[in-house]
């Protein structure tokens, strides 16, 4: 990943987040000094920093960085994209898998930027839906393709572990753009990523 350490670990911003954590486990009636809690809070603030240094990329740096020429029309599917994200109502994980597809229009990037991009967005306090669209306008901006599609597969880890939502079910959200507003071609897109290796 292309980001500087000291951009996540700032330390004021660890200890600021540290002291904070510390109360945290007081309120919920923890003793911050017991041996188990004693690193806790330290940990947590470090974790947190991870969890959200998407705020510190660009998603279109990353794409614009590994842009080629190319002559190709044909529909790019990068599937099963592993996920990880923070639900920005209650700072649990949603986590899954993101389909991207675009049709290039004389430009293409490397297939590991596609999964940088999700990456950079998912690592931010978000909801699905926005981060679905954040997907897609990053490639859209950047390589300005006859179409991108992005959809997103999720367990919502605030309604499974509150017992809001039966355990196992599934949220999806879905974007498209340019060619993929067409039937046919959404379609195929939808095709292709539905098969699943056996
Ligand atoms: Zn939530």
């Not at 969890?51 to 002559?71: C, P, R, V």
């Not at 029309?73 to 994980?93: G, T």
């Not at 940088?116 to 390589?143: F, G």
Request: negative net charge.
């Amino acid at each position: 990943m292309a980001y500087k350490k000291e951009d996540i670990y700032d330390e004021p911003v660890t200890d600021a987040l540290t002291q904070h954590y510390k109360q945290v486990i007081e309120q919920l009636g923890e003793d911050p000094e017991r041996e188990g809690l004693m690193k806790t809070p330290e940990r947590v603030a470090k974790a947190m920093q991870v969890l959200t240094q998407g705020y510190h990329m660009d998603a279109h740096e990353i794409i614009n960085s590994a842009k080629f020429h190319e002559d190709v029309s044909e529909m790019i599917i990068v599937k099963d994209i592993e996920l990880y994200s923070l639900c920005e109502h209650h700072m649990l994980p949603f986590f899954g898998r993101a389909h991207v597809a675009y049709i290039p229009n004389g430009w293409i990037t490397g297939l590991s930027k596609i999964a940088r991009v999700v990456d950079v967005y998912s690592h931010r306090l978000q909801v699905q839906e926005r981060l679905t669209v954040q997907i897609m306008n990053a490639i859209k901006e950047t390589l300005n393709p006859l179409g991108v599609a992005v959809v997103i597969e999720a367990k919502h880890l605030c309604m499974m572990m509150r017992g809001v939502q039966k355990q196992n079910s599934e949220t999806t959200t879905s974007a498209f753009d340019g060619e993929f507003q067409k039937n046919s071609t959404r379609s195929e897109f939808l095709k292709l990523i539905s098969a699943r290796l056996s």
